[in-house]
């Protein structure tokens, strides 16, 4: 691998976590595992506001780390690729061991 290609990929992943570095952002991932939820649901599992949740949705759909789809007036989404839990969990495993 090249050096840009190295530096490019090193600053994709810095962009990644950039995005997980939100304990909000987080709690929304985790409510979408395995599920699709809408806004207003994410809002009363996660006991935050609309506007809120629509903030940092509007982030991880842009890191594209979430979709969306439209269902008539309902928007819903979910996680885009599973994987990205699976790093979110190892990071917190990693968290728990060293506290």
């Avoid at 809120?52 to 007036?73: E, F, G, P, W």
């Avoid at 599973?82 to 060293?98: E, H, T, V």
């Amino acid at each position: 691998m090249n050096h840009m290609t190295e530096r490019l990929k090193h600053e994709e992943g810095e962009r990644i976590f950039k995005v997980l570095a939100s304990a909000k952002r987080l709690a929304i991932l985790h409510a979408l595992d395995g599920k699709e939820m809408s806004v207003d649901e994410l809002t009363k599992k996660l006991g935050v506001r609309k506007s809120n949740i629509s903030q940092h949705l509007a982030i991880l759909r842009y890191a594209r780390l979430v979709k969306m789809r439209r269902d008539a007036t309902r928007v819903y989404y979910r996680v885009t690729d599973p994987k990205i839990l699976d790093c979110c969990r190892i990071i917190g495993n990693f968290a728990k061991k060293y506290r």
